[in-house]
T-cell receptor, first 110, second 114 residues
Framework: GENVEQHPSTLSVQEGDSAVIKCTYS??????FPWYKQELGKGPQLIID?????GEKKDQRIAVTLNKTAKHFSLHITETQPEDSAVYFC?????????FGTGTRLTIIP | EAGVAQSPRYKIIEKRQSVAFWCNPI?????LYWYQQILGQGPKLLIQ????????DSQLPKDRFSAERLKGVDSTLKIQPAKLEDSAVYLC????????????FGPGTRLTVL
Protein backbone atom coordinates (compact mmCIF):
# COMPACT_ATOMS: atom_id res chain seq x y z
CA GLY A 1 0.00 0.00 0.00
CA GLU A 2 0.86 3.68 -0.07
CA ASN A 3 3.37 5.03 2.45
CA VAL A 4 3.79 8.76 3.06
CA GLU A 5 6.73 10.23 4.96
CA GLN A 6 6.66 13.82 6.20
CA HIS A 7 9.46 16.09 7.45
CA PRO A 8 10.16 17.86 9.68
CA SER A 9 7.99 16.76 12.59
CA THR A 10 8.33 20.19 14.22
CA LEU A 11 9.18 23.55 12.69
CA SER A 12 9.57 26.97 14.30
CA VAL A 13 9.89 30.10 12.18
CA GLN A 14 9.91 33.81 12.88
CA GLU A 15 6.77 35.67 11.94
CA GLY A 16 7.13 36.94 8.39
CA ASP A 17 9.59 34.23 7.34
CA SER A 18 8.76 31.29 5.07
CA ALA A 19 8.05 27.71 6.11
CA VAL A 20 8.56 24.58 3.99
CA ILE A 21 7.23 21.10 4.75
CA LYS A 22 8.21 18.12 2.63
CA CYS A 23 6.58 14.76 1.92
CA THR A 24 7.53 11.69 -0.06
CA TYR A 25 5.21 8.93 -1.25
CA SER A 26 5.79 5.39 -2.41
CA UNK A 27 2.97 4.55 -4.86
CA UNK A 28 3.77 5.95 -8.30
CA UNK A 29 0.06 5.59 -9.21
CA UNK A 30 -0.99 8.18 -6.61
CA UNK A 31 -2.47 11.17 -8.38
CA UNK A 32 -3.96 13.48 -5.74
CA PHE A 33 -2.00 15.26 -3.01
CA PRO A 34 -3.89 17.41 -0.48
CA TRP A 35 -2.56 19.36 2.47
CA TYR A 36 -4.56 19.73 5.66
CA LYS A 37 -4.21 22.13 8.58
CA GLN A 38 -5.35 20.91 11.99
CA GLU A 39 -5.79 23.30 14.89
CA LEU A 40 -6.11 22.12 18.46
CA GLY A 41 -9.43 20.42 19.10
CA LYS A 42 -10.55 20.66 15.49
CA GLY A 43 -10.71 18.36 12.51
CA PRO A 44 -8.28 18.66 9.59
CA GLN A 45 -9.10 21.49 7.18
CA LEU A 46 -8.16 21.25 3.51
CA ILE A 47 -5.95 24.21 2.63
CA ILE A 48 -4.60 23.33 -0.81
CA ASP A 49 -4.30 20.33 -3.08
CA UNK A 50 -2.53 19.36 -6.29
CA UNK A 51 -3.11 16.70 -8.90
CA UNK A 52 -0.47 14.73 -10.71
CA UNK A 53 -0.89 16.58 -14.00
CA UNK A 54 0.24 19.85 -12.39
CA GLY A 55 3.69 20.72 -11.07
CA GLU A 56 2.85 23.71 -8.92
CA LYS A 57 -0.21 25.43 -7.48
CA LYS A 58 -0.46 28.67 -5.52
CA ASP A 59 -3.19 30.24 -3.40
CA GLN A 60 -2.21 33.58 -1.86
CA ARG A 61 0.55 32.82 0.69
CA ILE A 62 0.39 29.05 0.23
CA ALA A 63 1.94 27.04 -2.60
CA VAL A 64 2.46 23.36 -3.27
CA THR A 65 4.97 21.78 -5.63
CA LEU A 66 4.99 18.22 -6.95
CA ASN A 67 7.88 16.24 -8.41
CA LYS A 68 6.39 13.03 -9.80
CA THR A 69 9.73 11.60 -10.86
CA ALA A 70 11.17 11.88 -7.37
CA LYS A 71 7.78 11.15 -5.75
CA HIS A 72 7.86 14.10 -3.43
CA PHE A 73 5.75 17.18 -2.84
CA SER A 74 6.16 20.23 -0.65
CA LEU A 75 4.09 22.90 1.06
CA HIS A 76 5.42 26.45 1.09
CA ILE A 77 3.96 29.15 3.33
CA THR A 78 5.30 32.66 2.80
CA GLU A 79 4.99 35.72 5.07
CA THR A 80 3.98 33.51 7.99
CA GLN A 81 1.54 34.86 10.56
CA PRO A 82 0.69 33.73 14.12
CA GLU A 83 -2.54 32.14 12.87
CA ASP A 84 -0.49 29.78 10.71
CA SER A 85 0.55 27.94 13.90
CA ALA A 86 -1.01 24.46 13.68
CA VAL A 87 -0.26 20.87 12.71
CA TYR A 88 -0.03 20.31 8.97
CA PHE A 89 -0.61 16.96 7.29
CA CYS A 90 0.20 15.91 3.76
CA UNK A 91 -1.64 13.03 2.12
CA UNK A 92 -1.54 11.02 -1.09
CA UNK A 93 -4.22 9.02 -2.84
CA UNK A 94 -5.05 6.93 -5.85
CA UNK A 95 -8.79 7.21 -5.96
CA UNK A 96 -10.50 8.25 -2.74
CA UNK A 97 -8.35 6.48 -0.16
CA UNK A 98 -6.10 9.07 1.51
CA UNK A 99 -2.87 8.02 3.19
CA PHE A 100 -1.64 10.68 5.57
CA GLY A 101 1.81 11.67 6.69
CA THR A 102 2.65 11.89 10.38
CA GLY A 103 2.23 15.65 10.59
CA THR A 104 4.37 18.75 11.15
CA ARG A 105 3.78 21.00 14.12
CA LEU A 106 4.43 24.54 12.87
CA THR A 107 5.02 27.27 15.43
CA ILE A 108 5.23 30.91 14.37
CA ILE A 109 7.37 32.97 16.73
CA PRO A 110 6.11 36.58 17.09
CA GLU B 1 -23.13 25.63 4.11
CA ALA B 2 -23.03 23.57 7.29
CA GLY B 3 -20.00 21.34 7.77
CA VAL B 4 -19.70 17.77 8.95
CA ALA B 5 -21.28 17.35 12.39
CA GLN B 6 -20.13 14.83 14.98
CA SER B 7 -21.23 13.94 18.48
CA PRO B 8 -20.31 13.56 21.19
CA ARG B 9 -17.16 15.69 21.15
CA TYR B 10 -15.63 13.85 24.10
CA LYS B 11 -16.21 10.44 25.66
CA ILE B 12 -14.51 8.68 28.55
CA ILE B 13 -15.22 5.00 29.16
CA GLU B 14 -13.63 2.05 30.89
CA LYS B 15 -12.11 -0.83 28.96
CA ARG B 16 -14.56 -3.52 27.90
CA GLN B 17 -17.41 -1.00 27.76
CA SER B 18 -19.13 -0.06 24.51
CA VAL B 19 -19.37 3.34 22.85
CA ALA B 20 -21.02 4.83 19.77
CA PHE B 21 -20.23 7.89 17.71
CA TRP B 22 -22.54 9.75 15.36
CA CYS B 23 -21.80 11.66 12.16
CA ASN B 24 -23.92 13.83 9.89
CA PRO B 25 -22.11 14.64 6.63
CA ILE B 26 -22.39 17.74 4.49
CA UNK B 27 -25.78 17.81 2.77
CA UNK B 28 -25.67 16.07 -0.58
CA UNK B 29 -22.37 14.30 0.03
CA UNK B 30 -22.71 10.68 -1.01
CA UNK B 31 -19.40 9.40 0.35
CA LEU B 32 -18.67 9.17 4.07
CA TYR B 33 -15.47 8.13 5.84
CA TRP B 34 -14.53 7.24 9.38
CA TYR B 35 -10.91 7.77 10.43
CA GLN B 36 -9.00 6.99 13.61
CA GLN B 37 -6.34 9.52 14.65
CA ILE B 38 -4.03 8.38 17.43
CA LEU B 39 -2.20 11.17 19.25
CA GLY B 40 0.80 12.37 17.25
CA GLN B 41 -0.20 10.53 14.06
CA GLY B 42 -2.09 11.24 10.89
CA PRO B 43 -5.66 10.01 10.40
CA LYS B 44 -6.03 6.37 9.38
CA LEU B 45 -9.03 5.26 7.35
CA LEU B 46 -11.33 2.78 9.07
CA ILE B 47 -14.26 2.55 6.66
CA GLN B 48 -15.69 4.25 3.58
CA UNK B 49 -19.37 4.34 2.61
CA UNK B 50 -20.89 5.25 -0.73
CA UNK B 51 -24.51 6.13 0.08
CA UNK B 52 -25.51 3.23 2.38
CA UNK B 53 -23.05 0.68 0.97
CA UNK B 54 -19.55 -0.14 2.23
CA UNK B 55 -16.77 0.61 -0.28
CA UNK B 56 -13.73 -0.18 1.86
CA ASP B 57 -13.57 -1.61 5.38
CA SER B 58 -10.25 -3.39 5.04
CA GLN B 59 -8.71 -1.45 7.98
CA LEU B 60 -11.70 -1.82 10.32
CA PRO B 61 -11.06 -4.20 13.27
CA LYS B 62 -14.28 -6.08 12.70
CA ASP B 63 -14.05 -8.13 15.89
CA ARG B 64 -14.85 -5.00 17.91
CA PHE B 65 -15.70 -2.15 15.52
CA SER B 66 -18.87 -1.81 13.47
CA ALA B 67 -20.34 1.00 11.40
CA GLU B 68 -23.54 1.62 9.54
CA ARG B 69 -25.13 4.22 7.32
CA LEU B 70 -28.62 2.87 6.96
CA LYS B 71 -30.36 5.66 5.05
CA GLY B 72 -27.31 6.92 3.19
CA VAL B 73 -27.01 10.08 5.28
CA ASP B 74 -26.08 9.83 8.99
CA SER B 75 -23.64 7.22 10.18
CA THR B 76 -22.73 5.59 13.48
CA LEU B 77 -19.47 3.95 14.48
CA LYS B 78 -19.52 1.54 17.42
CA ILE B 79 -16.78 -0.06 19.48
CA GLN B 80 -17.66 -3.08 21.61
CA PRO B 81 -15.77 -3.94 23.75
CA ALA B 82 -13.29 -1.06 23.93
CA LYS B 83 -9.59 -1.58 24.59
CA LEU B 84 -7.04 0.86 25.97
CA GLU B 85 -5.44 1.19 22.53
CA ASP B 86 -8.72 2.50 21.09
CA SER B 87 -8.04 5.84 22.78
CA ALA B 88 -7.91 8.27 19.86
CA VAL B 89 -9.85 10.93 18.01
CA TYR B 90 -12.46 9.50 15.66
CA LEU B 91 -12.96 11.71 12.65
CA CYS B 92 -15.79 11.64 10.17
CA UNK B 93 -15.31 13.07 6.68
CA UNK B 94 -17.49 13.37 3.61
CA UNK B 95 -17.04 14.02 -0.07
CA UNK B 96 -19.41 14.74 -2.89
CA UNK B 97 -19.22 11.41 -4.72
CA UNK B 98 -17.07 8.49 -5.68
CA UNK B 99 -14.07 9.75 -7.61
CA UNK B 100 -14.36 13.18 -5.98
CA UNK B 101 -11.13 13.54 -4.06
CA UNK B 102 -11.79 16.49 -1.74
CA UNK B 103 -12.74 15.30 1.72
CA UNK B 104 -14.15 17.58 4.41
CA PHE B 105 -13.66 16.63 8.03
CA GLY B 106 -15.79 17.07 11.11
CA PRO B 107 -14.37 18.19 14.50
CA GLY B 108 -13.94 14.62 15.73
CA THR B 109 -14.80 12.72 18.89
CA ARG B 110 -12.01 12.32 21.42
CA LEU B 111 -12.29 8.89 23.08
CA THR B 112 -10.40 8.04 26.24
CA VAL B 113 -10.46 4.42 27.39
CA LEU B 114 -9.39 3.91 31.01
Amino acid sequence: GENVEQHPSTLSVQEGDSAVIKCTYSDSASNYFPWYKQELGKGPQLIIDIRSNVGEKKDQRIAVTLNKTAKHFSLHITETQPEDSAVYFCAASRGEKLTFGTGTRLTIIP
Amino acid sequence: EAGVAQSPRYKIIEKRQSVAFWCNPISGHATLYWYQQILGQGPKLLIQFQNNGVVDDSQLPKDRFSAERLKGVDSTLKIQPAKLEDSAVYLCASSLAVGWNEQFFGPGTRLTVL
